[in-house]
């Protein structure tokens, strides 16, 4: 990399950095921000000279960088089979991992110490795998901006859910950035910040293969639910909660199951779900897919998992109170998230809107397992 090009691109990077600290409004003070920055820039100063000769090279095919074991837990799948024909190495990009870098490799940049973790991980996986391909979960910070800088090798971003139009998803610095499908695609359209530039290209699910080619599930009274974990403590989230399970409470011919969020707490949940016998809460290791294998329905507000479920034809039905409006800048008002009501039927926000709902869906079933498909 030329000199000017190289400039260019760090410039880029302390200009992602600066955007990134204003949207996220962390205030860290200046004397803290002084104290960490020094004590790294010391620690990096002195220490690679020693362990840097410790560190144990390993040929890579591929590596992919996970933010923790979950997303390979949730991909698994896709890296047995291609553990058939490559070389894959794991490694977890978290705060432990990114300081521990910094006693191993030196960062020669002009950069901000702060952002000297990101330089030394980008560096010493580059060193230790010299991979040909690196697979990356990690989207909001400024690790696959550096990885672009010490690396030749191609990046691809595995998405881990819809990709929404915030300054979360505004880091584009990937050859190939892969996502679920169309309503990603317009949400990236719809956002004025990015940073970088990528191939997008749809892949459908990471963690779900479709079933598409299928015989056509039959319906049955068996209806999931899947959880934020915000209930109990957002407002409007607890209120279409509580919604649903008063609607199940009078209709005791339909069973309904509880998928909670990785995050949630289970204490709301499993305290006014007690002893309403046609109301299961899943354990929380139960996977997705065996999760809906024998349901008809997909109850949500806006998980991207009654996507993910649609893809194994599933129909789904959203509760949400709040008043729709397609131009607000919350898409929780909008729906311009998942897009689930452009596919589906419009938002239920009373007990009639979940009957008629759900009458509707069943009476015709087909037409919805069809709409599950686009």
């Known amino acids: 990399m030329t000199k000017d090009k190289f400039n260019t691109h760090i410039d880029s990077i302390l200009d992602y950095y600066s955007y990134l600290k204003y949207q996220s409004d962390k205030k860290n003070s200046i004397y803290k921000d002084f104290i960490i920055g020094f004590i790294i820039k010391l620690i990096n100063k002195i220490f690679p000279i020693i362990f840097r000769p410790f560190i144990k090279q390993k040929q890579s095919d591929i590596l992919v960088v996970m933010t923790c074991e979950q ?27 990114l300081i521990k870098s910094i006693f191993f490799m030196p960062s020669t940049f002009k950069i901000p110490s702060l952002l000297r973790p990101f330089d030394t991980f980008s560096k010493l996986i580059e060193y230790k795998y010299k991979p040909k391909l690196m ?14 800088i010490n690396s030749s090798c191609k990046t691809i971003y595995i998405p881990h859910a819809i990709i929404d139009s915030s300054y979360l998803y505004s880091n584009f610095n990937f050859d190939y950035y892969f996502v679920f499908g169309k309503s990603s695609e317009i949400n990236i359209k719809n956002n004025s910040d990015k940073f970088g530039k990528s191939k997008i290209v749809k892949v459908g ?17 068996k209806i999931i ?3 934020t974990f915000t209930v109990g403590s957002e407002e409007s989230i607890t209120r279409d909660f509580d919604l649903m399970i008063s609607w199940f409470k009078s209709n005791p011919g339909f069973k309904l199951y509880i998928k909670l969020h990785p995050l949630e707490k289970s204490d709301y949940v499993k305290s006014h779900t007690k002893n309403i016998n046609n109301i299961e809460v899943y354990d929380k290791n139960i996977d997705l897919v065996s999760s809906i294998d024998e349901i008809s329905l997909v109850i ?36 311009n998230y998942l897009y689930l009501e ?23 079933y087909d037409y919805f397992i069809e709409q599950s498909k686009v």
């Open 225 to 227: 639910y899947f959880s």
């Open 300 to 335: 949500t507000n806006y998980s991207v998992a009654s996507v993910e479920a649609a893809l194994r034809l599933k129909p789904v039905l959203v509760i949400n109170s709040r008043l729709k409006d397609k131009d607000s800048d919350d898409f929780r008002d909008s729906d």
């Open 71 to 97: 997303n390979y837990t949730l991909t698994k799948h896709i890296w047995i089979e291609l553990e058939k024909k490559y070389k894959i190495n794991y490694v977890i990009e978290n705060k432990k991992s």
């Open 342 to 364: 452009d596919f589906f039927l419009d938002r239920c926000s009373n007990l009639d809107d979940i009957s008629n709902g759900i009458k509707q869906i069943y009476d015709n």
């Open 205 to 221: 699910s990471t963690m779900i293969k479709n079933i598409y080619g299928e015989d056509k599930p039959k319906p049955n009274n």
């Open 135 to 148: 697979c990356i979960f990690t989207h909001y910070n400024l690790l696959p901006n550096f990885i672009k």
